[in-house]
């Protein structure tokens, strides 16, 4: 990550700006997102999608993580070159899946691009054991994955990336106190499904 942020740190989340940005937004929006609401973005990058966001949310009402300093970095510096500095986003470096850093605050909606596309199987049931620390009643986790074409859990490209059965992500987050559905596909470019998750009442 560092070397390729510091080649293009657009490069780095893998690219497609023009096309993958727009689609995040418009995804949450078509999930009820308005500009009143809360985000986390969890695996945020260089703000691919959370210039965008950013720009639509009210002031203070976006939440970006990552586990890269450089990344977090460029994406500040977009941000200054985007003039979006007054709408007050929170950028927070993370060291793991606790949310430990974001000191309890919960949010509206939990978005994570590409993050369990290339997360294994201990971190992504990890991650589900934490959300209800970031999400409320009736808050909506969106996330996208890659399915496997069988029944079966594995990796490909050197273990990074991972093609996960739906049942396995329903069973986990079952576990977990977690509803999971998969909603729609996503578009042509970028190859995964869309899972959307709410705390079991």
Not at 64 to 80: C, H, M, P, V, W
Not at 95 to 105: A, Q, S, V
Not at 110 to 127: I, N, R, W
Not at 146 to 152: A, C, G, P, R
């Amino acid at each position: 990550m560092k070397r390729e942020t510091k080649h293009d740190a657009r490069y780095a989340v893998g690219g497609n700006w023009t096309m993958s940005g727009p689609m995040q937004l418009e995804r949450l929006q078509k999930y009820g997102l308005k500009p009143h609401h809360t985000l986390l973005d969890i695996g945020c990058g260089s703000l691919r999608a959370g210039l965008l966001l950013c720009e639509y949310l009210n002031t203070g009402n976006y939440t970006g993580t990552d586990i890269s300093a450089e990344i977090l970095e460029a994406a500040k510096r977009f941000l200054a070159e985007k003039g979006l500095a007054h709408k007050a986003p929170v950028l927070v470096l993370v060291n793991g899946l606790d949310f430990r850093e974001l000191d309890g605050k919960k949010f509206d909606y939990v978005h994570a691009q590409s993050v369990l596309s290339h997360m294994p199987p201990e971190d992504t049931d990890a991650l589900f054991s934490h959300l209800h620390k970031v999400m409320q009643k009736d808050s909506q986790f969106l996330t996208s994955f890659f399915l496997s074409k069988n029944t079966e859990l594995y990796s490909g490209n050197n273990r990074r990336n991972f093609f996960y059965p739906f049942l396995w992500m329903k069973e986990t987050a079952s576990k977990h106190g977690l509803n999971v559905e998969q909603v729609e596909d996503t578009p042509w470019y970028d190859k995964q499904k869309l899972l959307r998750i709410t705390l079991k009442h």
